[in-house]
Nanobody, 115 residues
Framework: QVQLVESGGGLVQPGGSLRLSCASSGSIFRLYDMAWYRQAPGKQRELVAAINSGSNTTYADSVKGRFTISRDNAKKMVYLQMNSLKPEDTADYYC?????????WGQGTQVTVSS
């Protein structure tokens, strides 16, 4: 398994932006498929965005056009740029790494969108 540490969460007003970062300890980070998930209070964890080892991306319909996932293999980092934030984006955001059958999770970072 790989260790993941998220950062960048916080309180932001509706319409604002945040950039989440996920740092990885994996020595073969470039081979991992990476993703961001979120979990709002009382709700199931859901996929927000994913980027595979070939840098192909997918997004949940609810964030398309507003969020952008990217990765920097040299720095072993994955990012989630979140623009035009809405109150319904409020959740704990988790970084996920998958290599074969092995998955790893970070501890999460909280995002609150409120005026």
């Amino acid at each position: 398994q790989v260790q993941l540490v998220e950062s960048g969460g916080g309180l932001v007003q509706p319409g604002g932006s945040l950039r989440l970062s996920c740092a990885s300890s994996g020595s073969i980070f470039r081979l991992y498929d990476m993703a961001w998930y979120r979990q709002a209070p009382g709700k199931q964890r859901e996929l927000v965005a994913a980027i595979n080892s070939g840098s192909n991306t997918t997004y949940a319909d609810s964030v398309k056009g507003r969020f952008t996932i990217s990765r920097d293999n040299a720095k072993k980092m994955v990012y989630l740029q979140m623009n035009s934030l809405k109150p319904e984006d409020t959740a704990d955001y988790y970084c996920n790494a998958v290599l074969g059958d092995i998955g790893s999770w970070g501890q999460g970072t909280q995002v609150t969108v409120s005026s």
